[in-house]
């Protein structure tokens, strides 16, 4: 028997987040004092009455298959959360509960893409979009924004790129990898043109609760295009519960359902003392995750101030989420004679292997001029690593032709 994988395996490629935190991991293993700047990943501690939520839901044995969409109480909880938040309205049965919002987003475009439909997808983006549309065997239609605007897609854009082909328009408010946040002047000139031409829209809104600008807007807001919104959102960011996976999809009836029949034949139900300790979240105290949200901010400043100061660095200010996506790309073509950067990937490599610190190379979000650091680390480390940032790129010369 050949061993080769099928088709599908082959459309789809490793995430670039995963591989520079091993890599990292690698060099620590080895004693090196490694700052990690490229996991996606909260550094708090899950809220202590998370997890007691957690323990009580072992001690009680909810041990069993939940149903396939969740907990009745979860979705409630998620429908009281949408009307109060974001004054949405919203049934318990329009609710999927998955494991973590990577499966939420899995879920749908399996469950409305058709191969050779089109999705837009404003780049940059984050990593798994491409990837999980490859899987459905969507195309992917890429819309490239610019720093100058904040890393936003216009409507004008948008409208330039709609083919009788498009199906989907997918984006992030607070985004991965810029911390861009649409205002809803901005959003409401999108869904306008997403709804002339009845485009559905996945709306991934995992980093809401990070937000430094004010209320969280949802596209889903306007009712002339709600019936064609699917919202995408979790725990794991707002909450730092990252690896109770634990994510939401909350949609028209007939996509819930659907995606509801997709998920019930291959992973059933998220893990039912995860989804106790998601409904204790929800319902509880919020004092703890607006803290966090308050750190990174302050983190968000000291990351901007500290790249704006190195030479040839561009860098927007990012308003949500807790990444920066600077432009590095004065660097390419130069050299610290050993080592020469020509995209983001040599820069990722570079940084990781003369600086010691870990990033991301803005290739994976489809932007090569760019490179991804994640601010969710302490103060300490964020100072230390732009500072080797700036002693790395401070040796860096135009080669020799």
């Known amino acids: 028997m050949k061993g080769l994988a099928s088709n599908r395996i082959g459309r789809i490629s490793q995430s670039q987040t995963l591989e520079m935190a091993n890599k990292a991991n690698e060099l620590k293993m080895k004693g090196v004092d490694v700052i990690n700047l490229s996991i996606g ?8 009455h998370i997890k007691k939520a957690a323990k009580a839901a072992i001690d009680e044995n909810y041990t069993f298959y939940t149903p396939i969409a969740g907990f009745e109480e979860l979705r409630e909880a998620i429908c009281l959360k949408l009307k109060s938040e974001n004054n949405l309205n919203y049934s318990p049965s329009q609710v999927v509960v998955s494991n973590g919002a990577k499966q939420a987003l899995a879920n749908t475009l399996l469950s409305i893409i058709n191969e050779g439909d089109q999705i ?3 780049a940059p983006y984050w990593v798994s979009y491409a990837q999980i549309d490859n899987l459905a065997h969507g195309e992917n239609v890429f819309i490239d924004t610019t720093i100058e605007n904040d890393f936003k897609v216009t409507p004008e854009q948008i409208e330039k790129a709609i083919t009788p082909s498009t199906r989907a328009f997918l984006f992030s408010s607070p985004s991965n990898p ?9 959003l409401e000139a999108i869904a306008r043109v997403l709804a002339k031409h009845e485009i559905f829209v996945i709306s ?6 990070i937000n430094f600008v004010g209320k969280h807007e949802s596209i889903a807001q306007f009712d002339f295009i709600k019936d064609h919104t699917i919202i995408i959102n979790g725990m794991s960011k707002g909450y730092a519960m ?8 909350v949609a028209p009836q007939w996509i819930a359902d659907s995606c509801r029949k997709l998920q019930g034949q291959y992973t059933s139900n998220a893990c039912s003392i995860s989804q106790k300790a998601a409904f204790a979240a929800l319902t509880g105290e919020d004092t703890y995750t607006l803290g966090m949200n308050a750190a990174f901010h302050s983190r968000r400043d000291i990351v901007v101030e500290g790249l704006r100061a190195i030479l040839g660095v561009k860098t927007n200010i990012p308003n949500g989420a807790f990444y920066i996506f600077p432009d590095v790309s004065t660097y390419y073509g130069k050299t610290d004679g050993k080592y020469t950067i020509n995209n983001s990937n040599d820069m990722s490599l570079y940084l990781l292997e003369i600086a010691h610190v870990a990033i991301v190379p803005g290739s994976a979000f489809g932007n090569d001029n760019c490179i991804r650091l994640s601010f969710a680390a302490s103060n300490r480390d964020l100072k230390k690593g732009i500072k080797r940032i700036r002693t790395a790129l401070a040796r860096l010369r135009q080669k020799d032709k």
Do not use: C, K, M, N
């Open 41 to 48: 990943q909260p550094d708090f501690e899950t809220p202590h």
């Open 120 to 122: 837009l997808v404003p």
């Open 178 to 186: 810029a911390g861009s946040v649409y205002t809803r002047d901005e």
């Open 204 to 209: 991934d809104e995992i980093y809401e609760r």
């Open 242 to 249: 990252t690896g109770w996976r634990i994510g939401y999809l």
